[in-house]
Structures are given as C-alpha cells and as structure tokens.
C-alpha cells in the first residue's frame, strides 16, 4: 500500500502527534508499505538530513507555539508530488493548512481519505482564553471532517467529544507502546548522578511539552511543599517548550530541565526515574504515560481526558483531581513515603504496558485505510 501523511507537525519536532506519525512512517515502511509525508518545514539537528519520505512546504513559527511551524503549502507543487506518488490513500493528521491541502489535493485527484484528530481544542481554548474561537472553530472542524471517510481518535473518550459536536463518522485508533525502547532495563546511575541522586536517592520525572496546557506551574507549586518534607528528592521535567525560560528563571530547588530527548536518551530519562508524575488534564491519551508505565515507574497521574481508559487508580497509578495542586502534592509525599505502594503501581504498570503491542493497533489501522479505498471505489463505480 501507498499512503501520503499529511501534518504540520513532523520529525524533527518532537509532540505527541509528531512521535506517533514518526513511529507509523516506520512501522508501516517495515512492513513493506510505502510512506510519503508532507509537513511544515523544522530546522534540522546539527549534522543530520531530513528523512527521505518528507516533503517539507514553506512555514513560520505559530504566535502560540514558536516552536512548532505554521505551513504555507503550495498547493500545486503538492498536487503534482501526490500524482507522482500515487498513494492509495490520503491521511490527514491535522486540520489546518497542512491538512487543508492535503484534503484539496485527494479531491483534485479522487483519491480516498482518511483523517485523525489528536487534539482536545476545547481545553486548549481554555487554557489559552481563546473560548471565542470555539463556536467558528467547530463549524469549520465539521467541514473539514466531513470529506474523511472515518475520522480516528486515539481513545472512546475523544470519540464522545467528536460525537457530541455533530461529528459521529469516527473510530478509534489506539496506542501502544514498544518495551524494547521503554523498559526498566535502561535504567542508569550516570543519569541519576547528573541530578545529584544517588543509589537511596529519589529521582521524580515528568516527560512532555513545557506548556501552560500540561497543568505543570501546579505541579512546581505543589513541589515547593513537597521538597520541604523530602529535601533530598529531585524533579527533572524532560522536554521543551514556552514555559521553559520561565521555570529556569525561577532556579527552584530540586527542579531540574532535562532538556529535548529521543531515543536512547529519552529511554535512559524515563527507566532512571523512582516514579512519575503526569498533572496533564488535555490529553486525548496519554503517551507519556504509558510509556513511564512501561519503563517500570509507579506513576501520579490525573482522573482526566483519555487517561483513565488505561489508567486504574490503585492498580498501575495514583490518580488525583484534575487542576488540584494540594492533591498532586499530597499524591507526591505518598508515593514517595510508601515503598509497597510504589512496588504495586509499577507492576500493574508494567502488565498494563505488556498488553498495549502495536502489532494488532497498526493492523487496525491498515484495515480503516482498506476500508476508505473499498468505499471510494464504490462511490466511483456508482
């Protein structure tokens, strides 16, 4: 099968949708299929070339976000990319000017599409006080939408959202988790060491975007009571974003920035940590979070969003209130004081984990891809 990716967020930059459309381009490649993604243009690491499936439309940083880049794509160029491809199918991962041409471009050339929604718009606005935009945003959601064959959501909780704003053509496309590249094996002392942590010490980490959305300035304000009653404990937050300057400017004591990590690095932070704390109330899933699961960490998370389909308070983490810094810090000094406690969450963890493979999670979506082919042939021979 041939499948053109269309997303404004891609390799190099690192997000939520951008790792998983990194890890579909390469699980679906081993699997034989060919991948053609069409996306914003990032600046590449130092020394590195950009993947051969990309083909990158010219952009600006986003006012809200400067590290992620707005997309002015050409359309035409992209049109005349896409016959020379010749994909079976169209996958539109986001719904603005990336998405948009992606979605011109499959009705100029009556190709099949499919789309998938990531995010939670609304709690965005919300957070950002942008609750005007909502109502036109909707109506333009719906357009957008309604040109898909299937619009997949990562979890049945996004699934009502969608449904219960007119938008009931969806399924659900979950997510896994390889434990070959989390897993409590990569744990490291030299990590720990970087953060003054030793063997007895304990190390608590957090992993995804600095932003005001991860709930993150209630959990640094909940650390500050924490660390007075467990001064030799740490917090890394791993990752980047707007609230980095800010949080490095405070110099807290016990918080550290770990900084961008992929790969090894990234295994490393997670596998190295004593246990893990997730205040996100906007996920649609949570990734992060079953990745730390994998990685062997008893984890603190929020009752909120996605994260309680796979999440089981008691079972593989201590769930809190969602937007409550005294229960973040109260689950914090709990974690952190009762050792059975943890012992219980990380193998719940860990079982958890061992039953998310992305095997079966990929065929379901190669079967939603067939199915939009089947129905566009129908469409046409009718």
Request: aromatic share 10%; net charge positive.
């Amino acid at each position: 099968m041939r499948i053109a990716i269309f997303s404004e967020v891609y390799w190099p930059m690192v997000s939520g949708v951008g790792v998983t459309l990194v890890r579909l381009v390469d699980a679906l490649e081993a699997r034989g299929h060919e991948v053609r993604v069409y996306s914003a243009t990032y600046p590449l690491p130092p020394g590195e070339r950009d993947r051969p499936e990309a083909h990158r439309s010219p952009s600006i940083p986003l006012f809200l976000y400067p590290d992620v880049q707005w997309a002015f794509p050409r359309q035409r160029a992209i049109t005349d990319d896409l016959r020379i491809f010749r994909p079976d199918v169209v996958h539109v991962a986001t719904e603005f000017s990336m998405g948009l041409a992606g979605m011109k471009a499959a009705r100029q050339l009556g190709l099949p599409l499919v789309a998938s929604a990531h995010t939670d718009y609304q709690k965005y606005a919300n957070r950002y006080r942008m609750e005007w935009v909502l109502q036109m945003g909707w109506m333009y959601l719906r357009w957008f939408y309604g040109h898909a064959h299937r619009v997949l959501v990562p979890s049945s909780f996004f699934e009502r959202v969608l449904n219960g704003r007119g938008i009931h053509h969806t399924a659900v496309w979950t997510r896994g988790v390889d434990m070959s590249c989390f897993s409590p094996a990569h744990r490291s002392e030299s990590w720990r060491a970087r953060f003054g942590v030793g063997p007895h010490g304990m190390l608590v980490t957090y992993v995804g975007r600095l932003a005001r959305e991860k709930d993150l300035k209630r959990l640094i304000e909940a650390w500050i009571g924490v660390r007075s009653r467990h001064a030799d404990a740490q917090l890394v937050l791993v990752g980047q974003g707007p609230l980095e300057a800010e949080i490095r400017r405070r110099g807290l004591p016990g918080v550290h920035l770990g900084g961008l990590l992929t790969g090894q690095a990234l295994s490393e932070a997670y596998a190295s940590a004593d246990l893990f704390v997730f205040p996100s109330t906007t996920e649609t899933f949570g990734n992060s979070l079953l990745e730390a699961m994998a990685s062997g960490l008893p984890c603190l998370t929020v009752r909120a969003g996605g994260i309680p389909e796979f999440a089981r308070d008691g079972v593989n983490a201590l769930m809190v209130a969602p937007h409550d810094t005294a229960a973040i810090g109260e689950g914090l000094a709990r974690l952190l004081a009762d050792a059975a406690l943890r012992d219980r969450l990380r193998a719940g963890g860990l079982e958890t984990a061992r039953s998310r493979e992305w095997g079966p999670i990929y065929d379901g979506l190669l079967e939603q891809y067939r199915a939009a082919m089947v129905a566009a042939q129908a469409s046409r021979a009718a």
